[in-house]
């Protein structure tokens, strides 16, 4: 989920807004308008309305980014980095930068969210039992209050990826020491509660609500995706376990100028001769970088012929370097910590290859085909 819009940065953590996320302010927006405000509050005059539902709107929303800062800051208190926070059409979603090490460690930054909503939920319901005899701060802090007690609530259902799927996972793991198989259980309540969903929303669409139906199962099939997705990430942990970077490694790499543009390397190398992997040099023969095909295919093919290897490959003080005989699991996770497609690797500090998520790809794919 990538950002569209930035906002600016909290603790060092870019905050984004993704185009989706226009949609639903626009409904939250016009249900609060159109309904709730005016039928809840029919005292207040109808510009007031607008602008309350546009204030409170903005404040759910803030009421979403507080759960994920919740989540953010437990994490970055675990030394774990977070490389972003996104609102988009289902809420919110913090990319922490890697899985928590520990149970303990997970069931904090898991449990901070609902926590944070729960707290926000007794803030709003107060400033509405305060102001109780005010319109315009009670109705919106009694619709706030609400929302982030649905927030709190609803987010504790005990299905990957929702947080409490990933509290339950935290138990399991402390319970059982096994990560993976505590990532396949909780993964397996997410899939469940994601077709519960899908049932129910399918159900209220033959009881005659449509929108709130459609809405529940189209949530569903957002969990159920993500709940596959980690269960799937895990299965290709479990079958990269015991493997080492040179069982994966590409050690044919060619060398390119630094100076030829793309379209002549898929040209010239890709599709004659093969090579996927590319070690980019300057005038005088030295490395100065790696490209992979990934790196060329990120690029839109009408500008191939003007883009250059060395301004699309990754440089070498970027490179990450891994050992030939590091376990291909740990090779991978250093890659996504960086945030790279690539690694170096290295044999006695001498320079022999690229290990890239294509490759790691291509192995996974041999050794299926070899059923082995
Ligand atoms: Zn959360």
């Not at 249900?31 to 539902?53: D, F, K, M, N, R």
């Not at 909780?186 to 129910?200: H, L, Y």
């Not at 159900?203 to 449509?210: A, D, E, R």
């Not at 790691?360 to 299926?368: P, Q, V």
Request: positive net charge; aromatic residues 10%; proline residues 4%.
């Amino acid at each position: 989920m990538n950002a569209n819009f930035n906002l600016g940065k909290i603790k060092g953590i870019p905050i984004g807004i993704h185009a989706s996320w226009f949609l639903v302010f626009f409904l939250v927006t016009w249900s609060l308008a159109s309904g709730y405000l005016p039928q809840e509050y029919p005292q207040i005059p109808t510009g007031v309305i607008i602008i309350l539902a546009v204030a409170t709107s903005l404040l759910f929303f803030g009421s979403v980014l507080f759960h994920e800062l919740g989540h953010s800051l437990i994490a970055l208190r675990n030394q774990i980095p977070v490389k972003s926070i996104t609102l988009f059409i289902f809420g919110g979603v913090a990319q922490i930068g890697r899985d928590p090490k520990t149970p303990g460690a997970e069931f904090r930054i898991a449990i901070a969210g609902p926590l944070a909503s729960l707290f926000l939920g007794g803030l709003f319901g107060g400033l509405y039992l305060l102001g109780q005899h005010i319109p315009y701060l009670a109705a919106p802090s009694l619709y706030l209050m609400r929302i982030n007690l649905i927030l709190g609530v609803f987010n504790m259902i005990p299905g990957f990826p929702l947080d409490g799927g990933r509290v339950l996972r935290s138990i399991v793991w402390k319970l059982s020491g096994n990560y993976l198989r505590s990532t396949q259980i909780a993964s397996a309540g997410g899939q469940m509660v994601a077709f519960g969903f899908i049932a129910f929303g399918i159900l209220s669409v033959f009881n005659g609500q449509l929108l709130n139906g459609l809405w529940l199962a189209f949530i569903g099939w957002f969990l159920q995706n993500a709940a596959a997705s980690a269960a799937q990430q895990v299965n290709v942990q479990e079958r990269l376990r015991g493997s080492t970077v040179a069982q994966a490694m590409s050690r044919d790499c060619a060398q390119v100028p630094g100076l030829m543009t793309l379209n002549q390397i898929v040209q010239e190398r890709v599709l004659s001769r093969g090579q996927h992997s590319f070690f980019v040099t300057d005038f005088s023969g030295t490395n100065i970088g790696a490209l992979t095909l990934q790196d060329i295919t990120q690029i839109p093919q009408l500008q191939w012929r003007f883009t250059t290897a060395q301004t699309v490959m990754t440089p070498l003080h970027k490179l990450v370097t891994v050992d030939t005989d590091m376990e291909l699991l740990a090779a991978l996770q250093k890659m996504e910590e960086a945030n790279l497609t690539q690694v170096s690797v290295v044999d006695d500090d001498r320079l022999v290859g690229i290990l890239s998520r294509e490759n790691i790809a291509s192995y996974l794919k041999l050794r299926s085909a070899l059923k082995m």
